[in-house]
Antibody
Framework: QVQLVQSGAEVKKPGASVRISCKAS????????VHWVRQAPGQGLEWMGI????????SVAQKFQGRVTMTRDTSTSTVYMELSSLRSEDTAVYYC????????????WGQGTLVTVSS | DFQMTQSPSSLSASVGARVSITCRAS??????LNWYQQKPGKAPKLLIY???SLQSGVPSRFSGSGSGTDFTLTITSLQPEDFAAYYC?????????FGQGTQVEIK
């Protein structure tokens, strides 16, 4: 069955970086784009960007450009999202999600990774 | 960017009730509109894609309608497990924006 399994919770200090992994299984890794979405405590969903696991190309939302890097490792079927220059407002649950539904919908999601930014 | 506006932001309803949530796009997005359900502490779950297509495994009491700028998610005969947050999402143009969410609560 299709699964996206993310790395565990992180606590970081302001100014640090965090890298979150999202390991895919149950499907052909290179055949489906993966997105990253975050959700601050008690807030809605915010789209961060997309990566093509086949070629590795990525597109990041303007808000995060310069701070977010998306990469992938085809040998382990894993995508990564690194967020740098962390600030308290980056405290959120970060999700990876596969584009596999019709009309670019996200049919499978990771379980989420809580990143807490605190001094 | 395409702005997505959901209404209401929250609602209270009884089990068995019919509930509708609307989502309005700032520009036409054709039928590139998806609906997700999210329960506390869980990842969102895809309910409806392409404005009106039911995702596999989703109960038929969920339905979607609309095109262009105005969309509706309808839940007929609300069940206890349907109390959750619901989000619309446009995938017509990046950034793929979400509505602010609608919390459906037990009355």
């Amino acid at each position: 069955q299709v699964q996206l399994v993310q790395s565990g919770a992180e606590v970081k200090k302001p100014g640090a970086s965090v890298r979150i992994s999202c390991k895919a299984s149950g499907y052909t890794f290179t055949s489906y784009y993966v997105h990253w979405v975050r959700q601050a405590p008690g807030q809605g969903l915010e789209w961060m960007g997309i990566i093509n696991p086949s070629g590795g190309s990525a597109s990041v939302a303007q808000k995060f450009q310069g701070r977010v890097t998306m990469t992938r490792d085809t040998s382990t079927s894993t995508v990564y999202m690194e967020l740098s220059s962390l600030r308290s407002e980056d405290t959120a649950v970060y999700y990876c999600a596969r584009v596999g539904g019709g009309y670019n919908s996200f049919d499978y999601w990771g379980q989420g990774t809580l990143v807490t930014v605190s001094s | 960017d395409f702005q997505m506006t959901q209404s209401p932001s929250s609602l209270s309803a009884s089990v068995g009730a019919r509930v509708s949530i609307t989502c309005r796009a700032s520009q036409s997005i054709s039928s590139y509109l998806n609906w997700y359900q999210q329960k506390p502490g869980k990842a969102p779950k895809l309910l409806i894609y392409a404005a009106s297509s039911l995702q596999s495994g989703v109960p038929s009491r969920f339905s979607g309608s609309g095109s262009g700028t105005d969309f509706t998610l309808t839940i007929t005969s609300l069940q206890p497990e349907d109390f959750a947050a619901y989000y619309c999402q446009q995938t017509y143009s990046t950034p793929w924006t979400f509505g602010q969410g609608t919390q459906v609560e037990i009355k």
